[in-house]
């Protein structure tokens, strides 16, 4: 079960209250102060990746994002309805910035993400693609 | 926080003082002022990032993009960091070779190579 559940409507605008709720939720569960700003990078990154490839598809679903804190794990996932086939893809940055746009880029993001954190699983598919993250707790603190 | 901007030039270099958190819902915002820079003709660009305290991938897409313009104009976009959250990001994506980071606004300012 997890300790918290955020669902929102696919808007950038959201992103940012993603972020801020992964940094609250990881504090509270005993999240190491110096992990923080990495799970709210990562977050981030994997919110705006699903809100990008669900406005590009037209899926207005929510994107639904999951913690909880299991067997001194961290754990966030993020949901994503966009169907199999959205771009999942983690390209070279360097490479990619040889003819990167401004445009919004999915796998930019999944880059950076798998460049943080140590612990990423994505899985794509129907009904659309899961991120799932991990970080070790350094303390257990009741939720 | 939302995203702060100010510009002001020094020589021929136009310094652009960039606050608060820089994401997927503010980086338009900022590719607008780098887009209205270089169609007025500023091609040599600083960008202080100093009040900085959120960058994500979008927002490097948008300095990537800026330096892409300035380029096409034989100009230049130099990154004023020192907040070690934020060089990270640079670190992971390989873009600290693709942008001059400077510590401070007078060192980038007379940058020349």
């Known amino acids: 079960m997890p300790t918290v559940e955020l669902s929102f409507t696919p808007l950038p605008a959201h992103v940012r209250t993603a972020r801020l709720i992964a940094s609250t939720v990881g504090r509270r569960v005993g999240l190491d102060e110096s992990l923080v700003d990495e799970v709210r990078l990562a977050v981030g990154e994997a919110c705006a990746r699903a809100v990008g490839v669900q406005r590009s598809g037209g899926q207005a679903d929510d994107v639904v994002v999951a913690f909880s804190d299991d067997d001194g794990m961290f754990t966030v996932t993020v949901h994503d309805w966009a169907g199999a086939g959205s771009e999942v893809e983690m390209p070279d940055l360097v490479e990619a910035t040889e003819d990167l746009d401004e445009a919004f880029h999915p796998g930019f993001g999944l880059a950076v993400v798998s460049g943080l954190v140590d612990d990423v699983e994505v899985t794509s598919g129907e009904p659309g693609t899961v991120v799932r993250m991990r970080w070790p707790l350094s303390s257990s603190v009741s939720s | ?113």
């Open chain 2, 1 to 113: 926080m939302d995203l702060s901007l100010e510009t002001r030039t020094e020589g021929d270099r136009t310094v652009v003082v960039v606050g608060g958190e820089i994401d997927v819902y503010t980086a338009p915002k900022l590719r607008e002022q780098l887009i209205d820079l270089v169609s007025s003709g500023a091609y040599h660009l600083v960008v202080d990032m100093e009040s900085v305290d959120f960058l994500d991938s979008t927002g490097l897409g948008v300095l990537v993009g800026g330096l892409k313009r300035v380029r096409a104009h034989e100009g230049s976009l130099r990154l004023v960091c020192t907040q070690e959250r934020i060089l990270k990001i640079f670190r992971i994506t390989g873009l600290t070779k693709v942008f001059p980071i400077h510590a401070t606004v007078d060192e980038a300012v007379s940058a020349t190579d």
